[in-house]
């Protein structure tokens, strides 16, 4: 299945070179519950080398077949199908505090830890969670 950035298809070429990742919904067709995340395009591995410094390599993310990586959505994937799953992407980042803020952003005005009946997500910008925030007074 593929990943849509306001309603086009999005391919490895169609992708700025200086684009680290992106910020994304999931929407589930059958029951319409969403996922808000974070993707990169590339991560960082380390290989030790025997007395020397370790080498940096970049590799490629998985991002083309991602599904999130929330586990009530994951096996919703698993036991409905991808075809149920519309991918988009919401925001290309430059950089990761830009993409870590458009998370957070997007998971605060959707309210979707306030909301376990609409989103899949259990924390917000991946350090503060659902059981935490019931615990806050909110003014």
Known sequence: ???????????????????IGFVYLITNSI?????????K???????KAKGKRSKIKYVTSDWER?????????EDVRKH????FFREILYFCYGKAEMNYLEL???IIRNALLLP???????????????QIKKMIII
């Open 1 to 19: 299945m593929t990943w849509y950035y306001k309603t086009n298809p999005v391919t490895q070429d169609s992708i700025d070179p200086n684009c």
């Open 105 to 107: 952003k997007e998971q």
């Open 31 to 39: 029951d319409q519950k969403k996922y808000i995340g974070q993707k």
């Open 66 to 74: 991602y599904y999130g990586s929330n586990k009530d959505l994951q």
């Open 81 to 84: 199908g991808k075809e149920f």
């Open 41 to 47: 395009f590339q991560f960082k591995t380390r290989k």
């Open 117 to 131: 009946n609409e989103y899949y997500n259990s924390y917000l910008g991946g350090r503060i969670s659902r059981s």
